[in-house]
């Protein structure tokens, strides 16, 4: 065959054809600069703008995978089909193009190594990502376990405030976490010097008895009682030295099993009868992450006044078995970032006033106030300084600005009807001697000496009064105390020096009332129509100022401050609705991490339907008591369904279990110089000391922390966080921190393939690029010192032989 | 001396001091008005070695000072005085400082909108205006006028573009804790608390590294004049400690330099004798101070220029003595890199490269040092002197960096606990070395591209890269292009960028993988650090199938180094990810 038919044939072949492309170097580059781009859409290389316009600066950007078009994570897009088959195709490329073109000879072994490499690199990959299982899970440090003399038995959580009790045949036991200490020093003993977690419980005995168990982790031997107000019990004559109260009930530490992880972006619909403990789960496949999703209709809330749009959403939930057996499941609708609130909108039925007040002093603004007219506890702030009023019109405003007057009530003997006296400040005595004001015609006087302004008493709360002198016909005088409160008047008998008479008498003679008036100093009122709002500035004893106000604009108040109504509702009605929070003011950590994501959840059977609206939860705990609310929210929402059913649901994560349980046997806190000061910054490591369950027992401690993960199971369990010290607050007693860790938990196969892939490819560019042209220049070497004779002719030789070689190998490789 | 010696030192001395007058003008602490006589008169250099703890560390007050002040204002300093000196003046003397411009608000369109709400307020005047929205320094006075608080609270609920920004404003008004006079327009500043509080710089009695440091306050009598006790330290010692900072406290507020100059001359002889065991070396404090006090040392960038001249003399024109000069002042801003480089190691305790200022100033020492070698490898080339010249280039722009930006904070901090790995040693030097080399590739890669500019043709290094540094002798023996030149200098570079990108790609997928869980994650950092080295492939690849061999290599060169700056600064800077710290 000649080398003409020998290409006719070549070109005649389909498969030739084929494998022709395949092997071209260009289709390689080609498809690097398709990988290139690729790459750089879905990671951080191209953005699309989003307005959000809270203070005025202009947009905020989203990554192009994060748009509605893809929905996608970084993990997503680069798992989709496309990018399997970019992969897969420059995959096929390097093996035909190495076949095909390079020959294995000791020159081109760098290239072989390097495109081999790859290979085996992306084969590693395909089983590691095809089988990757990744998530996390927090475990709590330990519990409290209770035994009873008659064999009962309770446990709880070992977390400050956390309670259990325990039915006895003698009572009820209530116990309750009082105290945690992370680093309890042992201060004597063999084991001096060390820390150890502290746990004190609060137990009240069915006798009403009460005291605290203080119980060390890990040493048992020094668990002992303390009466609160008395001290160690062990100190305590009536105990004989025994250390505890209640030797018969057994309070003791064990540990926190925990059996589970959730995984890493997954999502979840739990569910369970109201009543029942244990979760079932429904993973909710497809759910959007980055985009909010509502059809039109549905009723949400914007706090910037954007609108979503009609975006609606229909992914079904399929599950059996549950408590939702025979109703249609179906999400429909998403938010990214928004929180369940309760909103003022001013359309009820009633008239219900509110007002939305921002007071800004010189040391800026304070937090905005709402005030409700029409609700006692709810009209006024900054200790009644502040107050809202609604007139039916103008001449409702006149008692307000009375009402700032004092009004004193007198009747003394004689006097047939009590005389109303508006008081001023003129009636005051300021240390100067005033006249005494004549009374009832039969010479009773009275002059005031001085007032008593919102007077705290403790058990009688703020009270108002006056120093009274009263001088009688026959010229004694003498002080009486008027107050409000009619139950605190007292007269001061002359005879004591001035003391108060010690059984609270009050001469009968003169009857005196005192009303202090309206102690608002500022009072906002507002009416229907013409009225507007107004603003009233008092001064103690009557309105001083008074101005028309513009709402959302600020008015002077005095002493640096201003006011500023934001907004007046005159049928205020509240109702619950999910409002999404604009894209600058969420927290990006939160954002991320799905943290503030609900869906809206439609329930369905025949006829029947109801929709509702469920928080992401980043742990699918099963009970309040089993959690910190650090780490996760708990609000599980009740539906009762068309049967009568009622069911609690939860949007959270896929719950597995661990291939063991693990526990948390102690929890250290590496500090850097200066010592732990409860902030990150003060910490040089954590790590969590894990025992792992083995059949009725434990493993041997595993010590995971930074940089260290350990494996058990199949599963790799790494540091991932930890519970910082937080100070309490309204409603959360605080937290000594260090109670539990957060453990990454996943699965590595393939890690070793793709290890040893990039290996051999970093040892084919170090061959490719060094020791080949070291191996060429000896070959070179010889073959000129074997066949050429003369220095020009080697010169000649050598120039000819660079040509070549830079015409065929583009001079790299 | 010959022409071409003459013409580069007549250069050198032109661009220079002119560079100088630039940096005094634009530097990381921008000067401001004289300090005062008082401020002159007083001597804090005893404190240089005085130990402060702040955060987990251990730093010289001169250290901790620069932080501080750095937080309120910024890159100036406050009415030119030393920060050793504002800290304390704040602290004692806060009355000075309620209407002075030392508030530091960096986002410029910011400065504006504050600019505008202040218009008509007493005392902000059309000059002071237009020096407020250039230097971005406000008097606290000022920023606590309603509408001013109103706005900055508003922008701290933008996160993602104002909240960093008026965040620190208002945390630089909580550490002046500025009150204003009733009945007067006047702001009186409480810092005395808050700073004095900070300043701990009494040692744990316990003598234990991980105690507690106590500040300098919490040696104050109690009522009646009763000596506090703190634990593990002798009465008399507090009282030494209270007396002389007592004595200085007084001095300073009636202007008595003398007075001051020997109560803090007490007290930096007392401090470090209270618990020797736990307390840093004098040295090493001494040198932190002198540290800080020298900028860094990143005014290296103008020795780098320096050499850069005459290196492109010696490249371009080929003048030999421009090039001897060339490469001894390049070896002599190496060795003062170098001896930063090593100060800072030296005082942080470890291989500086935990965060961006320390990845930078490393990275491109790396470069310099294979710069150097490379030099050695080929000094008979034709190549010689192209990657000195490369090295000065990245390196001056690299410091640079460094010294104008205050987004590359120099302060030296603790690392991260993840960090604590021998893998960020050998992973992140070697991605860092891999960054510096593409930087020095892409200025080969710019000179063949103006070669070509200026004419030249699609000429390109036959024998390639590192076969190039192999034969690098037969170079110097024969004419060959400019072109041949620089594409063989931009593939010896990339060849070992690629190589050590790789490398360090792999190394961090190892450390990821047992510190995170998991080899590879898709985090922006790690996609962008893969798609430079794809760039580089194409580069490979396209030397076999491109006819222009040589302006393919220039521009992918470029681009790649393009694609390596956006993964160093737009992804650290902008983009949140797993690697935010590096």
């Known amino acids: ?813 | 001396m010959n022409k071409q010696l003459r013409v580069a030192l007549v250069s050198a001395l032109i661009v220079l001091p002119l560079v100088w007058g630039v940096t005094k003008r634009m530097g990381s602490r921008a000067a401001q008005p004289e300090a005062s006589a008082f401020a002159q008169q007083v001597d804090l250099s005893p404190l240089d070695r005085v130990a402060v703890y702040r955060d987990g560390r251990i730093k010289s007050y001169g250290s901790f000072a620069n932080q501080i002040l750095g937080f309120i204002s910024g890159p100036h300093e406050l009415l030119g005085q030393d920060d050793t000196f504002s800290y304390l003046d704040l602290m004692l003397r806060a009355g000075r400082y309620g209407d002075a411009d030392i508030v530091h608000v960096k986002q410029k369109a910011m400065r504006v909108q504050l600019a505008r709400m202040l218009d008509g307020v007493e005392g902000f005047d059309d000059a002071r205006k237009a020096r407020f929205i250039k230097s971005g320094l406000l008097s606290p006075r000022l920023l606590m006028e309603p509408d001013v608080q109103q706005q900055l609270r508003v922008w701290s609920r933008d996160l993602i573009r104002t909240a960093k920004h008026s965040d620190r404003v208002l945390g630089a008004l909580n550490v002046l804790s500025p009150m204003r006079v009733p009945g007067s327009g006047r702001v009186m500043l409480q810092a005395e608390q808050v700073l004095g509080r900070a300043l701990c710089v009494i040692p744990p009695g316990s003598g234990r590294s991980d105690a507690q440091w106590f500040s300098i306050i919490a040696v104050a009598p109690q009522s009646g004049g009763v000596m506090v006790v703190l634990d593990g330290l002798e009465p008399g010692e507090i009282e030494v400690v209270w007396g002389a900072w007592d004595r200085l406290v007084v001095a300073w507020r009636s202007e008595d330099a003398g007075g001051v100059n020997s109560a803090v001359a007490e007290l930096a002889r007392v401090l470090p004798t209270l618990k020797p065991e736990v307390y840093p070396s004098q040295r090493k404090l001494g040198w932190e101070s002198w540290y800080f006090s020298n900028g860094h040392m990143t005014w290296v960038w103008l020795v780098y220029l320096l050499s850069l001249i005459f290196l492109l003399g010696g490249v371009v024109y080929r003048w030999a003595s421009a090039r001897w000069i060339g490469i001894g002042v390049f070896t002599i801003a190496f060795g003062l890199h170098t001896f930063a480089l090593g100060l800072r190691w030296y005082v942080s305790g470890r291989w500086p490269n935990s965060n961006m200022f320390e990845a930078v100033t490393t990275a491109v020492w790396f470069g310099a040092l294979v710069a150097i070698v490379l030099e050695l490898l080929c000094g008979r080339s034709a190549m010689r002197n192209l990657f000195a010249l490369t090295g000065a280039a990245a390196s001056m722009v690299a410091m640079m960096a460094a010294h104008f930006l205050p987004e590359l904070d120099a302060n030296i901090s603790n690392r991260m606990p993840i960090l604590h790995d021998i893998w960020l040693y050998i992973h992140t030097n070697v991605i860092i070395a891999s960054y510096a080399l593409i930087a020095m590739a892409s200025v080969t890669g710019v000179l063949y591209l103006l070669w070509r500019v200026g004419g030249g043709g699609k000429d390109y290094a036959h024998v390639g890269g590192a076969a190039s540094l192999i034969d690098a002798g037969r170079f110097g023996e024969k004419k060959i292009s400019k072109g041949e030149v620089f594409d063989g200098a931009t593939m010896i570079l990339l060849e070992l960028a690629v190589i050590l990108l790789w490398t360090g790609i792999i190394m961090g997928a190892i450390w990821a993988d047992h510190s995170w869980g998991r080899p590879w994650g898709w985090d922006p950092k790690e996609v962008f650090a893969f798609n430079t080295f794809v760039i580089f492939l194409i580069l490979v690849h396209l030397r076999k199938t491109s006819k222009d061999k040589g302006l393919w290599t220039a521009w992918l060169a470029v681009i790649g180094c393009g694609v390596m700056m956006f993964n160093w600064v737009v992804i650290n800077f902008v983009i949140s990810g797993l690697h935010s710290y590096a």
């Open chain 1, 1 to 813: 065959m000649t080398s003409d038919q020998t290409r006719r044939k070549k070109k005649r072949s389909p498969g030739g054809g084929v494998v022709g492309a395949l092997s071209s170097i260009r289709l390689g580059i080609s498809l690097l600069v398709v990988l290139f781009v690729y790459l750089t859409v879905g990671s951080a290389g191209l953005f699309y703008p989003v307005w959000d316009d809270v203070t005025g600066l202009g947009f905020t950007t989203y990554m192009v995978r994060q748009h509605r078009l893809f929905e996608m994570t970084e993990f997503e897009w680069f798992h989709t089909w496309f990018f399997f088959a970019l992969v897969g195709l420059i995959s096929l490329n390097i093996i035909v193009a190495t076949i095909g073109r390079i020959p294995f000879n000791l020159l081109k072994l760098g290239v072989w190594m390097i495109h081999s490499g790859i290979i085996i690199l992306a084969v590693g990959s395909v089983i590691y990502f095809g089988t990757k299982v990744e998530g996390d899970t927090a475990v709590f440090r330990r519990r409290v376990v209770i035994t009873s003399p008659d064999g009962g038995t309770a446990d709880f959580l070992a977390l400050v405030g956390h309670v259990g009790m325990l039915e006895t045949r003698g009572g009820r036991y209530v116990f309750q976490v009082a105290e945690i200490n992370p680093s309890w020093p042992i201060l004597s003993g063999e084991h001096k010097g060390k820390t150890a977690y502290s746990v004190s419980v609060m137990v009240s005995t069915p006798s009403g008895q009460r005291f605290v168990r203080q119980m060390l982790a890990g040493y048992p031997q020094f668990t002992e009682d303390v009466i609160p107000g008395r001290g160690r019990v062990v100190k305590l004559e009536e105990f004989g030295g025994q250390k505890l109260v209640d030797e018969s009930i057994d309070i003791a530490l064990g540990f926190d099993a925990q059996d589970s992880f959730w995984v890493k972006d997954s999502s979840a619909l739990h569910v369970r009868r109201a009543g029942e403990r244990s979760w079932a789960q429904r993973p909710i496949h497809g759910l959007p992450r980055y985009n909010d999703y509502v059809g039109e209709g549905v009723d949400i809330e914007t706090l910037d006044g954007s609108t979503v749009g009609d975006h609606p959403l229909e992914l079904g939930v399929g599950g059996k078995g549950d408590a939702l057996d025979g109703v249609d499941v179906r999400v429909t609708g998403y938010l990214r970032y928004a929180e369940m609130s309760r909103m003022l909108v001013d359309d009820g039925d009633k008239i219900k006033p509110v007002v939305d007040v921002q007071i800004v002093t010189d040391q800026g603004a304070l937090p905005s106030t709402q005030l409700w007219a029409g609700d006692t506890d709810r009209r006024s702030a900054f200790e009644d300084r502040l107050e809202f009023w609604w007139v039916g019109d103008e001449s409702e405003i006149e008692p307000l600005r009375e009402a700032y007057g004092r009004l004193l009530t007198l009747r003394v003997e004689g006097m047939e009807a009590a005389e109303e006296i508006r008081l001023t400040r003129e009636h005051i005595d300021e240390g100067e001697e005033e006249a005494f004001i004549p009374i009832g015609g039969d010479g009773y006087a009275f002059r005031v000496t001085g007032a008593i302004d919102r007077l705290e008493i403790e058990g009688q709360g703020t009270v108002s009064g006056l120093v009274m002198e009263f001088k009688r016909p026959g010229g004694e005088t003498f002080t009486r105390w008027v107050f409000e409160n009619a139950t605190l008047t007292r007269d001061l008998s002359s005879d004591d020096g001035g003391q108060m008479h010690p059984d609270g008498e009050v001469a009968p003679d003169i009857e005196a009332a005192y009303d202090a008036g309206r102690w608002a100093s500022v009072t906002i009122v507002a009416g229907a129509g013409d009225t507007g709002v107004r603003l009233l500035l008092g001064g103690g004893w009557e309105v001083v100022q008074e101005h028309v106000l513009e709402i959302g604009r600020a008015q002077a108040i005095g002493d640096g401050q201003s006011l500023i109504v934001t907004r007046l509702l005159e049928r205020a009605r509240e109702r619950r609705v999910a409002v999404i929070i604009p894209p600058a003011q969420r927290i990006r950590d939160f954002d991320v991490s799905r943290h503030f994501a609900m869906i809206r959840l439609t329930l369905s059977n025949g006829d029947w339907s109801e929709s509702v609206w469920l928080p992401y939860h980043k742990y699918s705990f099963e009970d309040m008591d089993d959690m910190s609310p650090t780490l996760s929210r708990y609000q599980p929402e009740l539906v009762t369904l068309h049967d009568g059913r009622r069911v609690e649901l939860m949007f959270s994560r896929e719950k597995r279990v661990l291939p063991s349980p693990v526990a948390l046997d102690d929890f250290i806190v590496t500090a850097r110089v200066g010592g732990f000061r409860g902030t990150t910054s003060t910490v040089r490591d954590w790590t969590s000391v894990l025992r792992f369950k083995q059949g009725d027992g434990w493993s041997a401690a595993q010590r995971v922390s930074t940089n260290d993960p350990k494996a058990n199971g199949g599963f790799w369990y790494f540091q991932s966080y930890w519970e910082p010290p937080r100070p309490a607050r309204a409603g959360d007693p605080g937290s000594s921190g260090l109670n539990f860790t957060g453990l990454g938990v996943g699965n590595r196969n393939g890690v070793y393939t793709q290890l040893a892939g990039c290996c051999l490819s970093v040892i084919g560019m170090i061959w490719a690029w060094y020791i080949k042209p070291i191996i060429r220049r000896k070959r070179r070497g010889k073959v000129l010192a074997e066949h050429v004779d003369s220095i020009a002719q080697i010169q000649q030789k050598v120039d000819c032989e660079e040509e070549l070689v830079g015409a065929d190998e583009g001079g790299t490789s």
